[in-house]
C-alpha cells in the first residue's frame, strides 16, 4: 500500500520592519540643525573670551528669576507635547470627557495647551528683548548684544516654526474624516521637533544665564 506524501508548504518569509522614512528624515534633519547651533555656541564661547568684560557687566542685566519661569514654561511644554503623542498613537484626536479632565483629553487638546505655553515663552522672550533695548543692549550695541540676540532669536525661530507646525497638526486632526498612521506620524515627527527645541534651549539658558 502506498503512502501518500504530505504535500509540502513554503516557508513563511520573515517581515522586515523597515524604519519609517519620515522619522528617519526628521532625525537627520535635526543632526544637521544641531550643527548649526553648536556653530552658534562656538560663536557665543569665542566672543565671550575675546571682550570677557562685556560678559562681566551686560550680563548683570539679564533678569534670571523671569527666564527662569519662561524656560520652565517651555520644558512643561514638552510633557503636553508628548501626552498629545500618546493619544496620536491610540488614534484619540479629541477629548472623550470634560475639557476639565485631562486625563480623557486627545492629541488636539494636549497640543492646544503646547502651542499656548509656546506662544507663551515666545511672548516673554519679546519682552525680555523690548528691557534688554531700553537698557541698552541691542543687537548693534556691542559683541554681547549681537551674541545674546543671535543665538536666543534663531532658537526663538526655531520655537514659531514649531508653533506653524502644531497648528497644521491641530488642522488636520479636525479635517481628517479618519485619523490613521499617517496622521500619527505627522504628530510624532512634530514632537522630535519640538523636544529638540526644547533641549536646545536648556543648553542655551545653562550658557547664557547661569555661567557666569
Not at 549681537?146 to 526663538?156: E, I, K, Q
Request: aromatic share 16%; with cysteine.
Amino acid at each position: 500500500m502506498s503512502t501518500a506524501t504530505a504535500p509540502h508548504s513554503a516557508p513563511a518569509h520573515p517581515t522586515v520592519n523597515r524604519p519609517n522614512t519620515v522619522s528617519v528624515g526628521t532625525i537627520v534633519w535635526l543632526a544637521s540643525e544641531l550643527m548649526f547651533f553648536a556653530g552658534l555656541f562656538a560663536m557665543y564661547f569665542t566672543l565671550r573670551s575675546v571682550v570677557p568684560e562685556l560678559w562681566t557687566t551686560e550680563a548683570a542685566k539679564l533678569a534670571i528669576p523671569f527666564s527662569t519661569v519662561n524656560t520652565l514654561i517651555l520644558v512643561s511644554s514638552s510633557f503636553t507635547c508628548q501626552f498629545g503623542v500618546f493619544a496620536a498613537e491610540r488614534f484619540q484626536v479629541h477629548r472623550q470627557g470634560s475639557v476639565f479632565n485631562p486625563v480623557k483629553w486627545g492629541m488636539t487638546e494636549w497640543f492646544v495647551l503646547t502651542f499656548i505655553l509656546g506662544a507663551t515663552f515666545i511672548g516673554g522672550q519679546v519682552y525680555e528683548y523690548a528691557t534688554l533695548v531700553s537698557e541698552g543692549v541691542s543687537l548693534s550695541s556691542h559683541a554681547y548684544g549681537s551674541a545674546f540676540y543671535l543665538t536666543t532669536g534663531f532658537h526663538g525661530l526655531h520655537v514659531i516654526g514649531g508653533l506653524v507646525a502644531f497648528l497644521l497638526i491641530i488642522g488636520r486632526g479636525f479635517a481628517a474624516k479618519n485619523f490613521g498612521h499617517f496622521e500619527a506620524t505627522s504628530a510624532i515627527v512634530v514632537s522630535y521637533y519640538w523636544h529638540f527645541v526644547d533641549v536646545v534651549w536648556i543648553g542655551l539658558f545653562i550658557v547664557i544665564y547661569l555661567i557666569k
